[in-house]
């Protein structure tokens, strides 16, 4: 931490070395088109030395402003759809002149056809935000949503599915800007069948103003799905062919349709992948004295099939210039079948086998979700506007297995045993949201969302005594869980001068019922909570010059228990390993604080601390009448957790570009879980993307790699990381690509790590069929139309929400 603090205070004081401030002036250009009407939207760049210094887009009345111009020569570039690229002549400043138009002229009439002028670069680093734009990545071919997220910059996926970003647990993930309202192994299930065809890009916020829920100690990531934009109709078809231990094969069409006051579109995906995950783990028990009494080992072999459908349309109608009205539909099907097998052996302290079962595990998952988003948006003023959104979304989960267990030993006994287990889960929510323009850089915004939940979820398990199937009432379970969440939040976001200020407050209001049904051996319980919080969040960033910017932000969060870790019945995970909920679990609570350093585009400085308090664990218990190990959870202390992040963005050459981020954390863990705890931990994690481009060819290489690691007081992480390679390249005329990748080359992201828990330890080691050779190809057809006018004022903007929802 010394060397860490070191760097960035020498960081610092080079930046307030820099010398003395330029000379600046304030500029405004205005933009309009053949007739003379001003141009909206319109993409302005200042160049220097044919260099970007800084963009704008232009308002309603053509209007692009810059200000801070540092002293020099000038020119701006400016483009429209459907116009030729306008550059100017060259402007010196500081000037007299403060003011300027141009116009620009048509390019025709029609495009042809749909072309691509333009890559997004791969990461993008801006306000508060890092943005991952996953179809410029050529890598990502034939990856999973979450093997995208687990090699963005600062994100860890750990063997259980559990997201950290930068560090930090307790991520609130979001599909287009809304709630997946899963945890877990649902989550998990879910990001795991998404097919990164699906994925336009990925946000990953770690400081959330106060118009997002306060949900998700770490932050927010929001997944957002293809979308086309263009006018006309338009579209996309993609398919690829993957090959690892086992085949895999996606698939997605994505159309849209744009034009007078309609604006649909339809995004359909197929995913049909076979999978193999391989894990190994030795349980090691100790006396009370710390001397190793008896071991258990337990290798397992997971493999099955999978496939998911997902369909997504939406049609957003322009009713007039100031109100828009819309509807989102959505339907994803996911059907999981497996037989996983292990070999449960028990060993005496020097390791001489004692007795060994075999246990395989036929299963069946079925994964339901449809979902309606009703919007409006109605401009009331060309300072206000006032949206809509109402939501209702339904999960249905059905898992079935069937376990069977084999004393291997002569005169051995055979255990079989089943369980059904349903879930239904259904979530109504709607919100309302204000805007005032207070100022010309000034907004304020307010809004109320409402939430209701409610979670259905049975076990059903039976035992085979010979003859017949008996209920086993020790583990049948039955808990219904309803849950409501009020929010109200005000915000304002603006700039003075070099200094631009986003303050903001949210209230949320949980209470929550749970109702544990009895059987014929077990007892009705209920329980019920209700509690409140303020969550401020904010920053204020000071701009330099047109070079250097410094912004500071701090936020509090909260994350919530979801209702599998509150409920109190056992779920198997084999015969020695059973998973049971905490009712007395609380919400964790964090406070996050960070000091960052911009320089342009091409490196972001920050350090950051947060403290998490009520801190989330696993824990570790043993039940002996059942000879068994129960992992639960429970609020054991608090968590610090100091971080250094550094993002560098470089073209090093014109057909080289590289993406490069570093997040190093100091985290210190704190708490009770059977013994006090305190540990320690240093931990980096490094990905970078390197992309070359030659001729009509794009090559990628890029990887990740994190060091030893530490999630939870209990479980520490052995080090890991991936090497990817992948090439792409235009055919049939640039309306289609093809591109062949190949993941995890080396075969080293393998999920390593050992959990200490009182009396015992488990060291355990996970592989999965991640070495993947995958070829796509995708191809785009329609028509784009020029755009002369944006009549539609304000309205015009909200075909960009199309899908959204």
């Known amino acids: 931490m010394k060397k860490a603090g070191a760097l960035i205070v020498l960081s610092l004081l080079s930046v307030i070395a820099y010398g003395q401030a330029p000379d600046t002036s304030a500029f405004t250009l205005t933009v309009v088109n ?62 007299d002149l403060k003011t300027s138009t141009l116009a620009l002229e048509p390019s025709g ?60 647990n307790g991520v609130l993930v979001m599909i287009d800007d809304k709630p997946t309202y899963l945890n877990g192994d649902d989550l998990n299930n879910l990001l795991s069948s998404m097919s990164a065809a699906q994925v336009q890009q990925i946000e990953l916020i770690t400081n959330p103003s106060a118009k997002y829920d306060a949900s998700g100690n770490a932050g927010v990531i929001n997944i957002k799905i293809k979308k086309n934009k263009q006018k006309g109709f338009n579209g996309s078809l993609t398919t690829s062919v993957g090959q690892g231990v086992y085949p895999k094969n996606t698939n997605s069409l994505v159309m849209n349709y744009r034009n007078g006051r309609i604006n649909a579109f339809v995004n359909y995906n197929v995913n049909l992948v076979k999978y193999l995950t391989d894990l190994y783990a030795l349980r090691k028990y100790y006396t009370e004295q710390g001397e190793l009494s008896s071991m258990l080992q337990q290798p397992a072999y997971f493999k099955g099939n999978f496939a998911n459908n997902t369909i997504k349309t939406g049609l957003d109608y322009f ?117 005032l323009k207070t100022s010309k850089k000034g907004t304020f915004s307010a809004g109320g969302k409402t939430s209701h939940s409610a979670t259905d979820n049975s076990a059903f398990y039976q035992n085979y005594n010979g003859a017949q199937w008996v209920d086993d009432n020790t583990k049948n379970n039955h808990f219904i869980y309803s849950e409501n969440i009020h929010a109200l939040y005000g915000n304002f976001d603006g700039r003075f001068g070099a200094v631009s200020v986003e303050a903001g407050i949210r209230y949320e209001h949980t209470d929550y019922h749970a109702h544990q049904l009895g059987n014929a051996i077990q007892a009705d319980s209920a329980f019920s909570r209700n509690y409140g919080g303020f969550f401020p969040s904010g920053n204020i960033s000071l701009q330099a010059d047109s070079s250097h910017t410094f912004t500071f932000t701090a936020g509090r969060r909260i994350d919530r228990p979801p209702f599998q870790s509150l409920n109190p019945f056992y779920f198997i995970i084999n015969k020695y390993t059973y998973q049971t909920g905490n009712p007395f679990l609380l919400p964790q609570y964090s406070w996050n604080l960070e000091l960052s350093h911009q320089y342009k585009d091409l490196l972001t400085s920050s350090v950051s601390y947060s403290r998490i308090t009520n801190y989330f664990s696993q824990l570790f218990l043993a039940d002996p009448a059942r000879g068994v190990l129960l992992y639960s959870q429970g609020n054991v202390g608090h968590t610090n957790n100091f971080g250094v992040t550094e993002a560098l963005s470089v073209s090093p050459f014109k057909w080289w570009s590289l993406n490069l981020q570093a997040v190093y954390n100091h985290k210190q863990l704190n708490g009770f879980n059977g013994n006090n705890y305190s540990s320690y931990i240093d931990q980096l994690n490094v ?113 960009d929400r199309v899908g959204n929802g």
Do not use: C
């Not at 002293?71 to 759809?81: A, N, R, V």
């Not at 890559?119 to 801006?126: A, C, V």
């Not at 339907?331 to 007795?355: C, E, Y």
């Open 687 to 799: 990905s970078t993307t390197n992309q070359f481009t030659v001729a009509k060819y794009t090559a990628e290489l890029s990887g990740f790699y994190t060091t030893h690691a530490r999630n939870d007081i209990q479980e520490y992480l052995y080090p890991t990381g991936q090497l990817s390679v992948g090439i792409s390249k235009p055919i049939l005329n640039k309306k289609a690509t093809i591109k062949l990748t190949a993941r995890d080359i080396l075969y080293t992201n393998a999920m390593e790590g050992l959990t200490q828990f009182p009396g015992a330890t488990e060291y355990f080691k996970l592989k999965r069929d991640s070495r993947v050779v995958t070829l796509s190809f995708t191809y785009r057809f329609g028509k784009a139309y020029k755009i002369n006018k944006r009549t539609e004022g304000s309205a015009a903007d909200e075909a």
């Open 319 to 435: 009713i007039s210039s100031k109100t828009t009205v819309g509807i989102v539909l959505g339907a994803t099907a996911i059907q999981r079948s497996g037989n996983n097998k292990g070999i449960a052996t028990w060993l005496d302290a020097g390791g001489t086998a004692d007795s060994a079962i075999a246990t395989t595990n036929k299963n069946s998952s079925r994964f339901r979700n449809g979902s309606i988003n009703l919007n409006a948006r109605h401009t009331i003023s060309d300072k206000q506007d006032i949206a809509a959104d109402f939501d209702w979304l339904h999960y249905g989960i059905r898992t079935n297995e069937n376990f069977d267990n084999q004393f291997l030993a002569e005169g051995g006994y055979d255990e079989k045993s089943r369980g059904n287990i349903p879930t239904t889960i259904n979530i109504t929510s709607g919100k309302v949201d204000y805007t």
């Open 34 to 95: 053949e007739k003379s009407q001003p141009v909206d939207g319109a993409t302005v760049q200042l160049l220097k030395a044919d260099k970007l210094v800084k963009a704008a887009i232009t308002d309603g009345k053509g209007v692009a402003a810059f200000s801070n111009i540092s002293g020099g020569d000038y020119t701006f570039s400016i483009t429209y759809t459907g116009y030729v690229k306008k550059n100017s002549a060259v402007y010196h400043f500081p000037s």
């Open 109 to 168: 009439t029609t495009l042809q056809e749909v072309s691509i002028t333009a890559r997004k670069p791969l990461i993008e680093q801006k306000q508060g935000k890092v943005i991952v734009n996953v179809e410029s990545s050529v890598t990502s071919v034939g990856s999973t949503v979450l093997e995208v997220l687990e090699k963005s910059p600062g994100v860890i996926v750990d063997r259980n599915g559990g997201i950290s970003l930068k560090g930090k």
